[in-house]
């Protein structure tokens, strides 16, 4: 849909000039296609919104993002941060995953996915290593959403 440029509208350029407003003042354009609404930031924060697989895009980084907020997805007992075979096998089905962004509703009773660690080579962790099972276990206990997030920061992003 277009929208009719009000910059140039005779009738609201002169109840603008009665009003005293010289400037039209600032204000920013919302894309809802692109940006979150305010209960999707909720939702994520809540760590419950549902988001289409499909709407889900891969960051250079590898990781997950929806519209400008990067997410991680609920799986069962794990929850993804980037774009691994799993991430990707449920993209394929055209399905729908519950995403949040909320540090403390994911580390509740949920474990990192350590595949997606070893996508994105976090903190020295790689498929090799992650062989080794107690070194995936540490991995998962010292994990923190917190300092993962302040490494990719999650919201916005462009
Ligand atoms: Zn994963």
């Known amino acids: 849909m277009k929208l009719p440029d009000f910059l140039q509208d005779p009738e609201l350029n002169r109840l603008r000039q009665q009003m005293?407003?010289?400037?039209?003042?600032?204000?920013?354009?919302?894309?809802?296609?692109?940006?979150?609404?305010?209960?999707e930031r909720?939702?994520?924060?809540?760590?419950?919104?549902?988001?289409?697989?499909?709407?889900?895009?891969?960051?250079?980084?590898k990781t997950l993002a929806y519209k400008n907020?990067?997410?991680w997805l609920h799986d069962g007992q794990d929850y993804h941060l980037a774009y691994c075979q799993r991430v990707q096998s449920l993209r394929h089905r055209?399905?729908?995953?519950?995403?949040g962004t909320g540090v403390f509703s994911a580390a509740k009773d949920q474990g990192v996915c350590l595949e997606c660690l070893s996508v994105?080579?976090?903190?020295?962790?790689?498929?090799?290593?992650?062989?080794?099972?107690?070194?995936?276990?540490?991995?998962?206990?010292?994990?923190?959403?917190?300092?993962?997030?302040?490494?990719?920061?999650?919201?916005?992003?462009?």
């Open 120 to 158: 994105l080579l976090y903190q020295g962790v790689d498929a090799r290593r992650l062989r080794r099972a107690e070194f995936s276990e540490q991995i998962r206990e010292h994990f923190s959403l917190e300092e993962f997030w302040q490494e990719y920061p999650f919201y916005p992003i462009t």
């Open 69 to 71: 907020s990067r997410v």
């Open 20 to 39: 005293g407003a010289d400037k039209p003042g600032e204000f920013e354009l919302f894309d809802p296609e692109k940006q979150l609404t305010w209960s």
């Open 94 to 99: 055209e399905t729908e995953v519950l995403a």
């Open 42 to 61: 909720e939702g994520l924060m809540a760590g419950d919104l549902p988001v289409a697989t499909h709407y889900l895009r891969v960051l250079k980084d």
